[in-house]
C-alpha cells in the first residue's frame, strides 16, 4: 500500500545501538514535501507502552542526531494487529509526533468498504435541522 505523495524509502530494520544494547526501526521514510522523516515500527502483539517509549526513543534520536536544521520534527507510526486506544491516549503526551493504528493483513472488500465509508459520513455529518 502507498504512503502518499513524496515519501522516499530509507532504510528497513535500522539498527541504533545505545551503550551495548542494539534497537531494530523496521521501516525509514523521508517526506520531501514534509520535509521530515516518517519512522514506522510494526508490532503483531498486544501494543504496550514499552512500544510507546521505545518509539519516543527513536523519534528523540533522529530529532536529536538525524534532521537537520529546517526540518520538520520526526513523525514515528507504530502499526499493530489490535486496538488499544486507551493506553495510547494515556501513554503519549497530546503534542506527541507518535501516532498508533491498527493495520489489516488483506484489504477489506469493496462492501466492507462501502460499510466503513457510510458510517463515517453517518459519524462526521451534522445533526438534522429542525424544521417548524
Given at each position: 500500500m502507498e504512503l502518499g505523495k513524496g515519501y522516499l524509502f530509507?532504510?528497513?530494520?535500522?539498527?541504533?545501538?545505545?551503550?551495548?544494547?542494539h534497537f531494530f526501526l523496521d521501516l525509514v521514510f523521508y517526506n520531501r514535501f514534509l520535509r521530515c522523516y516518517t519512522l514506522i515500527d510494526l508490532k503483531i502483539g498486544k501494543l504496550t507502552h514499552q512500544d510507546l517509549g521505545q518509539m519516543q526513543m527513536y523519534v528523540n534520536n533522529f530529532d536529536?542526531?538525524?534532521k537537520t536544521e529546517g526540518e520538520n520534527p520526526t513523525i514515528g507510526v507504530i502499526l499493530r494487529k489490535d486496538n488499544n486506544d486507551a493506553l495510547v491516549e494515556l501513554t503519549l503526551p497530546e503534542n506527541a509526533n507518535i501516532y498508533a493504528s491498527r493495520y489489516q493483513l488483506y484489504l477489506p472488500s469493496k462492501e466492507e468498504l462501502r460499510q466503513k465509508l457510510q458510517e463515517w459520513t453517518e459519524e462526521d455529518a451534522p445533526p438534522p435541522l429542525k424544521t417548524d
Amino acid at each position: 500500500m502507498e504512503l502518499g505523495k513524496g515519501y522516499l524509502f530509507e532504510a528497513r530494520q535500522k539498527r541504533f545501538t545505545f551503550d551495548a544494547d542494539h534497537f531494530f526501526l523496521d521501516l525509514v521514510f523521508y517526506n520531501r514535501f514534509l520535509r521530515c522523516y516518517t519512522l514506522i515500527d510494526l508490532k503483531i502483539g498486544k501494543l504496550t507502552h514499552q512500544d510507546l517509549g521505545q518509539m519516543q526513543m527513536y523519534v528523540n534520536n533522529f530529532d536529536r542526531h538525524v534532521k537537520t536544521e529546517g526540518e520538520n520534527p520526526t513523525i514515528g507510526v507504530i502499526l499493530r494487529k489490535d486496538n488499544n486506544d486507551a493506553l495510547v491516549e494515556l501513554t503519549l503526551p497530546e503534542n506527541a509526533n507518535i501516532y498508533a493504528s491498527r493495520y489489516q493483513l488483506y484489504l477489506p472488500s469493496k462492501e466492507e468498504l462501502r460499510q466503513k465509508l457510510q458510517e463515517w459520513t453517518e459519524e462526521d455529518a451534522p445533526p438534522p435541522l429542525k424544521t417548524d
